[in-house]
C-alpha cells in the first residue's frame, strides 16, 4: 500500500505539466549543505527514493565525502548519488527491472544527466527572475497530492513517507522548485507563441484531406446480387432490379422498407443501414459514390465487384458550421504545440549555451 502511495506521490509532483520528467527528482540544489555519501537507488522492492528524500544513506565518518559530484552547472553541483537516484526513476516508471548493459546503459545516464542539467537551469533562471510562489498555491498543490494520498493531516503524512525517507518539508521544496519552473517557462515560452487565423487557414488548406479523415458519415444501401453461372446475363438481369427499385424511391417509397424486401446483403433486415462510418473504412470507390451526395439524397444504380448498389446518405460530418468551428480549434491546439515544442528547445539551447557546464564524469 505505501509503495503504491509513493508512486502517486511521484506523479502528483508534476502536476501541472513542467517540463522537467518525473524521473529527474532533483530539479534543484538543496539549500543545505550535507556530508555527501553514496545510497541505493531504492529502499524497496515497490518503489525507487521519490523527491524531497533524504534517503537511507550510508554512514560516513566525520568530513569524509563518500559520493562525488559528476557535474557543475554554474555554482550548483550535480552528484553520483542524484544521478542514480534519476535512473531508478527511469526504470521504474518503465517497469524495468534492471538497467540496460554496456553502452545502451552510458546513453541513458547521459541522456537521464543531460535533463537534469536543464532542470538545474531552469529553475536557475527563475531565481534569476526572481519568479516566487506564494504559501498559498503550494498550500494547494499539497492539499491535492494529501487527496491522492488520503490521508488528512501533515502529520499523517509524514508517516505515509517515512519508510522511504521522504520528508514533507522535502515535497514542499520539490512542488515549489517545480512550479517556479512552470512559471518561468510560461513567461519564456508560452506567453511569446501566438497562433494567427491566417496560419489556421493555411494549415487546412494543406491538410483538408488529413482532417476529413477522422469525420464520420452514415448511409444506407440495397445490394442487388448477380445470379451465379448467368454470366453477363446476370448482371443485366441485376440491373433491371436495381433499376426497378431505383424507380419506386423516386417515387416516394420508403428507403428502408424497399432495403427489407430486396437487399441482398445482411444489411436489408435493419433496413439497409451501414451505421455511422469513419471515411476510410469502406472501399474508396463505393465511399466517394455515398459522399459525393446530400444528406437525405438517393444515387443511381452503382456497380461493384458484387453487385449493383443504391446509395442513400443519411448524415455526414463536415468541415463547416460547428465541425469547421472545432476544426478550428483542433488546427490551433496542433500549432500552439508545434511552436511550444519549439520554442522551448531554443529557450533550452539559448540558456544552456550560456551556462558554465563542467563535466566530471
Known sequence: MIARRLAVLGAALVLAGCSIPSWVPLVGRSKAQPVLVTAPAETSRGAP???GATG????AAPGEVVDRVICVV???????YELDEAEAYYLYENKMTSPPEGEARRTLREQILSRIIEGRLQLQQAEREKITVEDAELAEQMA?????????TEAELEVVLQPQGVTVDGVKRRIRETMMVQKVIRRKVTLRISVTEQEIDRYLAENRDKLEAGLTFEARHILFVPEPGRGEDGWQSAKQRADEVA???LAGEDFAELARKHSDDGSGKDGGALGRLKRGELATEIEGAILALRPGETSAPF????????FRLDSKDSLSGEGLAQARNQVRDILFREKYQARLKDWLAEIRQR???DMRL
Open 144 to 152: 491535492e497530492i494529501m487527496k491522492k494520498l488520503n490521508v488528512k
Open 74 to 80: 554554474n555554482n550548483d553541483a550535480v552528484t553520483q
Open 247 to 249: 424507380s419506386r424511391l
Open 355 to 357: 551556462a558554465m557546464i
Open 303 to 310: 456497380r461493384s465487384e458484387v453487385g449493383y448498389h443504391l
Open 49 to 51: 527514493v521519490l523527491p
Open 56 to 59: 537511507p544513506r550510508a554512514t
